[in-house]
Each structure stands twice: as C-alpha cells, then as structure tokens.
C-alpha cells in the first residue's frame, strides 16, 4: 500500500512539472484554438448557384456514356 502511495505521489509531482516547464506550449495551443474558433465565424459559407436542369441533364448523359462505354450510335436493325 505504501508503495503504492508512493508511486501516486511521484507521478502527481511528475505531471505537475511537465505543467509547469511546457507552461508556454499549453498556452500556445490554447491561443491557436482561440484563433481558429475566430476564424470558423468570420469565414462565409460557399454560395449554391442554381444550375440550370438542360445542362445537369447534358454532364449526366456524358458521364453515363463514359461510363458505360456507349458510343451514342443506334444498331442496325435492317
């Protein structure tokens, strides 16, 4: 139990000095998150244009040809 006691007090004095020496760096952090919760309030969201449908038809025509490896020609049917 003593030893145990023992551990618990050393790693408490542990902790408190890596606080105490890398006091700056937390402080850093801390000022960074402060600037980027500014930042994410201040920066505007990206404007939706609306398309206009005969074009969004025309990509996904293009793109299923691609896709699918279509030619655009009918068969013969003679």
Known sequence: MKILLV??????????AFIWFN????????AL????????????????RNR??????????ILAKKVTGETGQTPNTD
Not at 24 to 29: H, L
């Open 23 to 30: 006091r700056t760096a937390g402080i850093r952090i801390l």
């Open 33 to 48: 998150r402060q600037q980027l919760v500014v930042y994410k309030r201040k920066s505007k969201k990206p404007m939706i």
């Open 52 to 61: 206009d449908p005969m074009e969004e038809e025309k990509v996904s025509r």
């Open 7 to 16: 551990v618990l007090v050393i790693q408490s004095l542990n902790l408190i």
